[in-house]
């Protein structure tokens, strides 16, 4: 049973797991582009992509200037991707609950990092990015970059929470197989008293 509860709690990580390794571990960088820039404004980029980029990721790499806090429901960024007059990806990015890095102590210029979306099936062809300020406010925007990712797999999101279901069972499982695996301790008065040697014992 210890190889079973072992099993389920490895398959527990693996599914618990599976979007960080997806994105982490087996995806490819396709390129960076620069499509929005405080001294020129927006500068759409024209990509072109083929069906072997899907699934593609799509993220906004966001420098700003100041301390400013990132406010849910406040569109810092829009981002739009179009192809062959269709558009396939259109979001307004917040940038809430993304973890800000220090790019410029000195001048508290610090960049945020977030997926705006997952662009699958990718039809082969050329493809518009543009990128233009939100409606949020107090944000001073350095710059917008765009980066694209070739994910290996993007995993089903109901893949985590059933890994950590896997895990809490796998776990439990060990703890009572390892609890029971050295049994009982054996009671010394069960057995009978070794022979002795002199009176009352066996003798030679």
């Given at each position: 049973m210890?190889?079973?509860?072992l099993i389920?709690f490895?398959?527990?990580?693996a599914?618990?797991?599976s979007?960080?390794?997806?994105?982490q571990?087996l995806?490819?960088?396709?390129?960076?582009?620069?499509?929005?820039?405080?001294?020129?404004?927006?500068?759409?980029a024209?990509?072109?992509?083929?069906?072997?980029?899907?699934?593609l990721?799509?993220?906004?790499d966001?420098?700003?200037?100041g301390?400013?806090?990132?406010r849910?429901?406040?569109?810092?960024v829009?981002?739009?991707?179009?192809t062959?007059?269709?558009t396939?990806?259109?979001?307004?990015?917040?940038?809430?609950?993304?973890?800000?890095?220090d790019?410029?102590?000195?001048?508290?210029?610090r960049?945020f990092?977030?997926?705006?979306?997952?662009?699958?099936?990718?039809?082969?062809?050329?493809?518009i990015?543009?990128?233009g300020?939100g409606d949020a406010?107090?944000v001073?925007?350095?710059?917008a970059d765009?980066?694209?990712?070739?994910?290996?797999?993007v995993?089903?999101?109901?893949y985590?929470?059933i890994?950590?279901?896997?895990?809490?069972?796998?776990?439990?499982?060990?703890?009572?197989?390892?609890?029971?695996?050295?049994?009982?301790?054996?009671?010394?008065?069960?057995?009978?008293?070794?022979p002795?040697w002199g009176?009352?014992?066996?003798?030679?």
């Amino acid at each position: 049973m210890r190889l079973v509860f072992l099993i389920v709690f490895l398959a527990g990580i693996a599914l618990a797991g599976s979007n960080w390794l997806a994105s982490q571990v087996l995806s490819r960088d396709i390129g960076r582009w620069r499509l929005y820039d405080a001294g020129t404004g927006p500068l759409p980029a024209q990509l072109t992509l083929t069906d072997k980029d899907a699934p593609l990721r799509v993220v906004v790499d966001l420098g700003v200037a100041g301390l400013q806090a990132m406010r849910t429901g406040r569109a810092v960024v829009t981002l739009t991707a179009a192809t062959d007059g269709r558009t396939v990806l259109a979001k307004a990015m917040d940038f809430a609950g993304a973890q800000p890095r220090d790019t410029n102590i000195q001048m508290q210029e610090r960049a945020f990092m977030k997926t705006a979306g997952i662009i699958d099936p990718v039809v082969s062809g050329t493809y518009i990015f543009t990128a233009g300020l939100g409606d949020a406010e107090g944000v001073s925007i350095r710059y917008a970059d765009l980066v694209l990712r070739h994910e290996w797999g993007v995993a089903d999101p109901r893949y985590q929470p059933i890994g950590y279901a896997l895990m809490a069972v796998g776990f439990i499982g060990l703890v009572l197989a390892f609890g029971r695996g050295g049994g009982r301790p054996q009671n010394p008065n069960s057995q009978p008293p070794p022979p002795r040697w002199g009176r009352g014992g066996a003798s030679a």
